[in-house]
């Protein structure tokens, strides 16, 4: 498992905007993170579920839920569950040493650093749905927050629904003034002429670094396996929203 990226590595997240980190997670943290997102889905963790955003997915009989603080079921059907840095287990996770040196290298050294998002973002076995391509940007913030780890739980794969990306899409924003970051089906068509996206196929317990900019998506999960994964988008302490939202620092 590295602990330290090389400066041929640095250099291909920059020109591709995307870089596979390996593994990142020992079995045994992967386990234990597999089983813990699996008891809060199922209301048999000791978290503090009203500080938690959670959201079903449409299936079993239930529409798609909003994403709102609180528990909505006991059901590994989940979409997505955010604010995962007051879980103990996923905030001991996030702060590991390599993601310190990557938030040092983006960010400056020793640059306090808080997390946008600490986020489950599930496809359900049968039930995940589509994640259309979009660009990870938020206009109320006086700056952009510039990467993400993302780590598979599962196997990520491409019947599984595992994130696509655009490479070297990252130098700029394609809808500057729209807050969603998602871009249009001829903005896609024009990348598609540039070369098809590329599947980021992930064994469980590896991550991937993303520029936040970097185009991506994800298809649905029609197949038997879930999808699971953990993606924490990192940003400078100092960042505010003009919207007032607060956020944890996790690195000091
Ligand atoms: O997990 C996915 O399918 C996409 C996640 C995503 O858009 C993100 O982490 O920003």
Redesign the pocket.
Known sequence: MDVTLTDEQWQTFEEQGYLKLGKVLTELELAALSQQIDYIMLGKAGCDYDRLMMQREAGEGHEQSSQTLGFKGSTLNYRKIENLEFDSMFLTYLQKPLFREICDKVYGKDTRISCFRA?F?NKPARHGSV?AY?Q?RWTDLDRDPLV?V?TALDPATIEN?C?KIFPKTQHQLINPADPSGFITSDQVSQLVENGEPVHLELEPGEAVLLHNWTV?G?EGNSSEQSRR?F?VCYMDANTVSAMGKQFTVVMD
Do not use: E, N, P, Q
Request: charged share 10%.
């Open positions: 986020m973002m994640l979009h990870d993400t993302w629904g994130v991506h994800s994964a993606s």
